[in-house]
């Protein structure tokens, strides 16, 4: 074996941004899913109708859909490092060092992308550095890897998949 599993000389694989999406894509699908099957099960409908504000009542499940999308982020996240569509992509969130991130981080991350997720990804590809990381994921510290022979060290070189 090389020096990469002794820690000298170890690599991180940081994900493609075209792996990132799609795991996000593969959890927006699931948890959209699950929001308008808990809406339907609410109010026995999931039509849209003008409200009294001349507001699309649509625009309301923006709220409790962004918290489901934030609950669930930190805790899979959080617990396992992978949320479901992470774990299909071979993709893992960790802090910068490659160990567990702490929950303030995830915490962090998780916001960036229930809330704000088109400021943050445009931001990130602006001020974008070699860790290929969001602005949400700069602030918690964390980055997203490929999870092959995934080292945990100190020593490490990022290298772009």
Same mark, same amino acid.
């Given at each position: 074996m090389s020096n990469e599993r002794n820690g000298s000389d170890s690599k991180i694989i940081l994900a493609k941004w075209i792996d990132r999406f799609l795991a996000? !894509?593969?959890d927006f699908v699931i948890i959209s899913s699950l929001s308008t099957m808990i809406i339907f099960l609410s109010?026995?409908?999931i039509y849209y109708e003008?409200?009294?504000?001349? !507001?699309w009542a649509e625009n309301i499940q923006y709220i409790p859909a962004s918290i489901l999308f934030f609950v669930y982020w930190i805790i899979l996240e959080y617990k396992t490092g992978q949320t479901i569509g992470k774990k299909i992509l071979n993709l893992k969130v960790v802090d910068i060092k490659g160990g567990k991130p702490k929950l303030t981080g995830i915490i962090l991350s998780s916001f960036g992308k229930s809330f704000l997720l088109p400021i943050d990804v445009i931001l990130g590809w602006i001020l974008t550095?070699?860790?290929?990381q969001r602005v949400f994921n700069k602030l918690?510290?964390?980055?997203?890897v490929k999870i092959k022979d995934f080292p945990e060290t100190t020593d490490l070189k990022y290298v772009k998949d």
């Amino acid at each position: 074996m090389s020096n990469e599993r002794n820690g000298s000389d170890s690599k991180i694989i940081l994900a493609k941004w075209i792996d990132r999406f799609l795991a996000w !894509l593969i959890d927006f699908v699931i948890i959209s899913s699950l929001s308008t099957m808990i809406i339907f099960l609410s109010f026995g409908s999931i039509y849209y109708e003008f409200d009294d504000a001349g !507001l699309w009542a649509e625009n309301i499940q923006y709220i409790p859909a962004s918290i489901l999308f934030f609950v669930y982020w930190i805790i899979l996240e959080y617990k396992t490092g992978q949320t479901i569509g992470k774990k299909i992509l071979n993709l893992k969130v960790v802090d910068i060092k490659g160990g567990k991130p702490k929950l303030t981080g995830i915490i962090l991350s998780s916001f960036g992308k229930s809330f704000l997720l088109p400021i943050d990804v445009i931001l990130g590809w602006i001020l974008t550095n070699e860790k290929r990381q969001r602005v949400f994921n700069k602030l918690g510290d964390t980055i997203i890897v490929k999870i092959k022979d995934f080292p945990e060290t100190t020593d490490l070189k990022y290298v772009k998949d």
